[in-house]
């Protein structure tokens, strides 16, 4: 969400120089174009981690594991990390293959810096009234931030389809899915609008399930459990919430790991037909055999990923 960037200084406070501050003061476009160049460049860095992890949560695991030891002198079988699965990705399709898959997303952080920004700000809504730290505040708030997230996902689920499933061709090697607007013909074409929303309720469910747990943990931890006599009482409320994010984040993975399998289900791309994958009914039915399997957090890992031995040879 982005906010108009106000700035003041000695210097716009005399004479002539206040007009030369104000047409130095940037505008709400000026911030909504920063922002989406500062979102695209993160897209762009961090896209292969997320090609990494959405080739490992469909199951493709290309490369052999290796047999090691833990600390407790333990046997395993350690499975590739992401260095090593990235430079696979490189000897099969070059560097560039390593953004397979990027453009979609590049659209959808555009889009949901569009819907963000024309919703009213949560301070604006509920500047008066309830107390700083009031529970009906908390949840005035994080409704808010709710409908926002709703709104997000539903306008740039399409381009996350579009984009998992071209990187999930890997897997079988096709050529399926092309630029976005060949992607959106074959799409529509094959499975209707509702083929651009396959996996959108686990999707919604699991962000939903993160927000109002990261925001009403950090506020009973901050109001209950740090104390008002502690010297560094607001220093750790700052961080209550981060560190509450990155808790409930693990356990909401599981929902995003059946969105993203879903999006691949049954749609013409080896990573989504058997053997690699049964063909689900329903995200339940994805979420049964996951945890069946014992996989519900597949891919949560992208280094010392490890499979236990039962029994190794000498």
């Keep these: 969400m982005t906010s108009r960037v106000l700035m003041e200084s000695p210097e716009n406070l005399h004479g002539p120089a206040v007009g030369v501050a104000q047409d130095a003061t940037p505008t709400t476009v000026d ?32 490369l052999p594991p290796t047999v090691g030891t833990t600390m407790f002198g333990r046997r395993v079988l350690y499975l590739p990390g992401f260095l090593s699965y990235a430079q696979h990705i490189v000897k099969m399709d070059g560097k560039r293959g390593l953004l397979r898959g990027l453009s979609p997303r590049i659209v959808s952080s555009a889009i949901s810096t569009v819907v963000r920004s024309k919703v009213k700000q949560i301070d604006v809504l509920f500047k008066n009234g309830d107390q700083q730290n009031s529970l009906r505040k908390v949840v005035k708030e994080t409704s ?7 709104l997000s996902r539903v306008a ?8 998992v499933r071209c990187m999930a061709q890997f897997v079988g090697r096709e050529v399926k899915y092309g630029g976005m607007l060949s992607c959106m013909v074959k799409i529509f074409k094959e499975e209707g609008v509702a083929g651009f929303y396959v996996g959108l309720i686990p999707h ?61 289900n049954n749609c013409g791309l080896a990573a989504g037909l058997p053997p690699l994958s049964p063909v689900f009914s329903s995200w339940l039915h994805c979420w049964n055999h996951l945890s069946n399997k014992g996989h519900l957090f597949r891919g949560s890992s992208f280094f010392f990923r490890r499979v236990p031995l039962t029994s190794i040879e000498d």
């Design 156 to 163: 740039t689920h399409p381009f996350h389809v579009m984009s």
């Design 144 to 150: 808010h931030e709710m409908i926002i997230q709703c």
């Design 31 to 62: 911030v909504d174009t920063a922002v989406f160049l500062l979102g695209a460049g993160v897209t762009t860095l961090t896209h292969p981690l997320l090609y990494v992890k959405l080739l490992i949560q469909v199951g493709h695991e290309p």
């Design 204 to 264: 919604v469910l699991g962000e939903v399930l993160f927000l109002w747990c990261c925001n009403l943990l950090a506020h009973f931890i901050n109001t209950y459990a740090v104390d008002e006599s502690f010297s560094q009482a607001s220093a750790v409320r700052s961080y209550t919430k981060f560190v509450m994010g990155i808790a409930v984040s693990v356990l909401t993975y599981p929902f995003m790991l059946v969105a993203d399998l879903m999006v691949v």
